[in-house]
């Protein structure tokens, strides 16, 4: 995951210390331990208190105002990478909506504390720190689940098949039955495939054939492996079947895929048509 701590820090604020407007450049949580604020990031102003918290986004202009008469205090853990993004949306944070509350008051001061711990000099103290960073946005977004801070259009039945798609996508190379998807996401096996035809237009087991049929297909044209070698790897143990299903996928068996992937790349060609 290509998420990378920057650094960490506390700030008890004068009344009326601002920030801003202005950009940074990593990407940050905040949590407000006391007083209030005002926080202004895409058009949009905030106005928060003890036990709410909010994102600072990377190159995106923001500014910040503690409260005249009641300052806040607020802290912070900053971080980079390609991977905050996804994690976001994980949580359902966005511009639009960067704001969350979190409970208990002193949650993140644990983590404060393991930051400042980690001796500076010693050979492992990035390592250390990458470790904290991980636990902490795990218990965050865990945090945000369990204290119901989802936002309102995301529905129910939209988070059964994230979770199923999700398990899916992690096994698709092991024996997986639709039984056991619903059981790890928690519903009937029937109201499952009711769902994913509602809502991705497929069953379940075609979902799953073609994500292993399209793995295959990446690794017929970008590996050296054999049809079994490659059977195996996304989830048949019966090359017989998987060369069956592939055809009936693809239209063309396996050898004859790799081939044709060969003549057109030969030619010049991008795409397989």
């Given at each position: 995951?290509?998420?990378?701590?920057?650094?960490?820090?506390?700030?008890?604020?004068?009344?009326?210390?601002?920030?801003?407007?202005?950009?940074?450049?990593?990407?940050?949580?905040?949590?407000?331990?006391?007083?209030?604020?005002v926080y202004q990031i895409d058009g949009k102003t905030f106005h928060l208190q003890q036990g709410e918290g909010f994102i600072v986004y990377d190159n995106i202009l923001c500014y910040m105002e503690a409260d005249p008469t009641d300052p806040w205090i607020?802290?912070?853990?900053?971080?980079?990478?390609?991977?905050?993004?996804?994690?976001?949306?994980?949580?359902?944070?966005?511009?639009?909506?960067?704001?969350?509350?979190?409970?208990?008051?002193?949650?993140?001061d644990f983590y404060l504390d393991e930051f400042s711990a980690c001796?500076?000099?010693?050979s492992t103290s990035e390592l250390r720190r990458q470790s904290i960073l991980f636990r902490l946005l795990a218990d965050w977004i865990e945090m945000l689940v369990a204290t119901s801070q989802l936002l309102p259009e995301v529905r129910p039945k939209d988070t059964y098949i994230r979770k199923a798609v999700?398990?899916?996508?992690?096994?698709?190379?092991?024996?997986?039955?639709?039984?056991e998807v619903a059981h790890i996401v928690g519903i009937d096996r029937v109201y499952l495939s009711v769902l994913f035809k509602e809502i991705l237009n497929v069953s379940p087991q075609q979902y799953l054939l073609n994500l292993r049929i399209d793995k295959a297909g990446d690794l017929l044209d970008n590996s050296?492996?054999?049809?079994?070698?490659?059977?195996?790897?996304?989830?048949?143990?019966?090359?017989?079947?998987?060369?069956?299903?592939?055809?009936?996928?693809?239209?063309?068996?396996?050898?004859?895929?790799?081939?044709?992937?060969?003549r057109d790349s030969s030619m010049g060609l991008s795409s397989l048509d």
């Open positions: 995951m290509d998420i990378c701590y920057c650094y960490h820090g506390k700030q008890v604020c004068e009344p009326s210390y601002s920030w801003g407007p202005g950009i940074k450049g990593q990407y940050k949580i905040m949590f407000i331990h006391a007083g209030r604020g607020y802290s912070w853990i900053a971080f980079s990478g390609n991977g905050v993004i996804p994690l976001f949306e994980q949580a359902h944070i966005s511009p639009l909506h960067p704001v969350f509350r979190y409970s208990p008051l002193f949650w993140f001796d500076v000099n010693h999700e398990f899916i996508r992690m096994n698709y190379n092991q024996r997986v039955t639709i039984s050296q492996l054999s049809i079994t070698e490659v059977s195996y790897s996304v989830g048949y143990s019966d090359p017989l079947l998987f060369s069956k299903m592939f055809k009936k996928v693809k239209g063309l068996s396996p050898s004859h895929f790799r081939a044709r992937l060969k």
